[in-house]
Nanobody
Framework: QVQLVESGGGLVQPGGSLRLSCAAS????????MGWFRRTPGKEREFVAG????????LYANAVKGRFTISRDNTKKTMYLQMNSLKPEDTAVYYC???????????????????WGQGTQVTVSS
């Protein structure tokens, strides 16, 4: 079992930056691929970024490529999402997720993730 808690959301102006964190408990964190998803009202949850179990490979949605960076620190059992050049359309609840398959390389597909955090709100507005 893995428990995930997101933090770092908030209100930021367009063009600004935020860093989200996802703190995990459970001894297998370092062996799971992880991902970030987001949901806006009236829409389905969408993939944002993913990272392999050891951080060696990453995946990004086209909408955030070049602006967002996913990373992880397995010694701290924490994953991060650095978000730069934020746009109003980035406004959403952001969720972190863990893939329950050991030594995964990451996935863009929501159903591949077994554990989810409660979400943190990010609002980009002037």
């Amino acid at each position: 079992q893995v428990q995930l808690v997101e933090s770092g959301g908030g209100l930021v102006q367009p063009g600004g930056s935020l860093r989200l964190s996802c703190a995990a408990s459970g001894r297998s964190f370092s062996r799971y691929a992880m991902g970030w998803f987001r949901r806006t009202p009236g829409k389905e949850r969408e993939f944002v970024a993913g990272i392999s179990w050891n951080g060696g490979s990453t995946l990004y949605a086209n909408a955030v490529k070049g602006r967002f960076t996913i990373s992880r620190d397995n010694t701290k059992k924490t994953m991060y999402l650095q978000m730069n050049s934020l746009k109003p359309e980035d406004t959403a609840v952001y969720y972190c997720a863990a893939d329950g398959v050991l030594y995964g390389l990451g996935s863009t597909t929501e159903r591949d993730y077994d554990y989810w955090g409660q979400g943190t709100q990010v609002t980009v507005s002037s």
